[in-house]
Antibody, heavy 112, light 113 residues
Framework: EVQLVESGGGLVQPGGSLRLSCAAS????????MSWVRQAPGKGLEWVSV???????YYTDSVKGRFSISRDNSKNTLYLQMNSLRVEDTAMYYC??????WGQGTLVTVSS | DVVMTQSPLSLPVTLGQPASISCKSS???????????LNWFQQRPGQSPRRLIY???NRDSGVPDRFSGSGSGTDFTLKISRVEAEDVGLYYC??????????FGQGTKVEIK
């Protein structure tokens, strides 16, 4: 059974950093493209970033230069390193396997 | 970026009655490979999104056949033939023809009258 479990969210001050993790089971992370999608409180879904099986990465414009997506094949885990966080980054962050399988999300709150 | 526009944004429906959600894209979603990568997602209250439909009209495993997708080019529709209580929630269309970035519609809230 495919499972995705996010962790690492929390409360951080503007300008701070967080690293989100997405532990996968039931499939191999490196064999799929994996995405991060976020949802601000009471708002819609926003695609954030993707890493392809070949290692190529892409980001939505608002996080370019601040966020970095990566994976650890030995741990079968996806990451999202978030630096220079802004209030507008406050959201539930979901990892997803090729749009098909989604985790339960981890909440990031950026506030002073 | 491709802009996805859904309507209506709120859809009160009587149990057992049909429901229809429209999604329009700012440019054609026909990919150079001939496929149209338009998906529909359901998000029940307090839950993660779940994909219902991929490539316009293909239902994902486990999705009831009361859900159907149709459309082409820039105009797409999600239909629920007979709404059940478990169908309450938000519905999003999403394109992954012209990505990155993938882009979602604003979401349509389906509720029971």
């Amino acid at each position: 059974e495919v499972q995705l479990v996010e962790s690492g969210g929390g409360l951080v001050q503007p300008g701070g950093s967080l690293r989100l993790s997405c532990a996968a089971s039931g499939f191999t992370v490196s064999s799929n493209y994996m995405s991060w999608v976020r949802q601000a409180p009471g708002k819609g879904l926003e695609w954030v970033s993707v890493i392809y099986s070949g290692g190529s990465t892409y980001y939505t414009d608002s996080v370019k230069g601040r966020f970095s997506i990566s994976r650890d094949n030995s741990k079968n885990t996806l990451y999202l390193q978030m630096n220079s966080l802004r209030v507008e980054d406050t959201a539930m962050y979901y990892c997803a396997r090729e749009d098909t399988n989604w985790g339960q999300g981890t909440l990031v709150t950026v506030s002073s | 970026d491709v802009v996805m526009t859904q309507s209506p944004l709120s859809l009160p429906v009587t149990l057992g009655q049909p429901a229809s959600i429209s999604c329009k894209s700012s440019q054609s979603l026909v990919h150079s490979d001939g496929n149209t990568y338009l998906n529909w997602f359901q998000q029940r209250p307090g839950q993660s999104p779940r994909r219902l439909i991929y490539k316009v009209s293909n239902r994902d495993s486990g999705v009831p056949d009361r859900f159907s997708g149709s459309g082409s080019g820039t105009d797409f529709t999600l239909k629920i033939s007979r709404v059940e209580a478990e169908d309450v929630g938000l519905y999003y269309c999403m394109q992954n023809t012209h990505w990155p970035p993938k882009t979602f519609g604003q979401g349509t809230k389906v509720e029971i009258k």
